[in-house]
């Protein structure tokens, strides 16, 4: 059975930091393309940036370029999703989403729980 | 960036009654190379992440049960449901992955009537 696991969500000042973890269990990881995508409270859904299966290529959505970066770790089977000067407009509930396939022009075929990530002072 | 946008925005219909989606991308999600439309459908239940129902603009995920339906393509799709159940209740999304960013529509509310 497919697990997506987020981590790492929690309250932040403006122009703070934080890093997000996404723990997968269930498929051979390093196989799939792996993705961010966010909800703010209330809101619809919001695609934040992909990275393939080896990691080595990594795409952003213009909202988070320059402030986010997406990673993974192979060996840990872990995504990870590093987020700095972050803003009021980053609260959101974050999901980390496994893609079909090994690139990232894919669906999204099944989704974490999400974790919440809360931008105030 | 491709935008989506759907219609209606929400919509509410009887018990085994015929439920319709429209979403539209601003411009074509139809790759020429292998002919497939770089569009997918999700489900979204309060409290719950989003779930996959359709892709390929037409390709039922499997365990979706058949009354759900996808068509369209190009600029123009639809998602049906053939006869709604009360499990249905949520909210909709069509999603391009044809080009980075991937978008979203806003959604679809269907509740019943």
């Known amino acids: 059975e497919v697990q997506l696991l987020e981590s790492g969500g929690g309250l932040v000042q403006p122009g703070g930091s934080l890093r997000l973890s996404c723990a997968a269990s269930?498929?051979?990881?390093?196989?799939?393309?792996m993705s961010w995508v966010r909800q703010a409270p209330g809101k619809g859904l919001e695609w934040v940036s992909a990275?393939?299966?080896?990691?080595?290529?990594?795409y952003y959505a213009d909202s988070v370029k320059g402030r986010f970066t997406i990673s993974r770790d192979n060996s840990k089977n872990t995504l990870y999703l590093q987020m700095s000067t972050l803003r009021a407009e980053d609260t959101a509930l974050y999901y980390c989403?496994?893609?079909?396939?090994?690139?990232?022009?894919?669906?999204?075929?099944?989704w974490g729980q999400g974790t919440l990530v809360t931008v105030s002072s | 960036d491709i935008v989506m946008t759907q219609s209606p925005d929400s919509l509410a219909v009887s018990l085994g009654e015929r439920a319709t989606i429209n979403c539209k991308s601003s411009?074509?999600?139809?790759?020429?190379?292998?002919?497939?439309?770089?569009l997918a459908w999700y489900q979204q239940k309060p409290g719950q992440p989003p779930k996959l129902l359709i892709y390929?603009?037409?390709t039922r995920e499997s365990g979706v049960p058949d009354r759900f339906s996808g068509s369209g393509s190009g600029t123009d799709f639809t998602l049906t449901i053939s006869s709604l159940q009360a499990e249905d209740v949520a909210v909709y999304y069509c999603q391009q992955y044809y080009s980075t960013p991937f978008t979203f529509g806003p959604g679809t509310k269907v509740d019943i009537k």
């Open positions: 989403a496994k893609l079909r396939g090994d690139h990232v022009w894919d669906y999204f075929d099944y």
């Open positions: 390929w603009a037409s």
């Open positions: 411009q074509s999600v139809l790759h020429n190379s292998n002919n497939k439309n770089y």
């Open positions: 269930g498929f051979t990881f390093s196989s799939y393309a």
């Open positions: 990275v393939s299966a080896s990691g080595s290529s990594t």
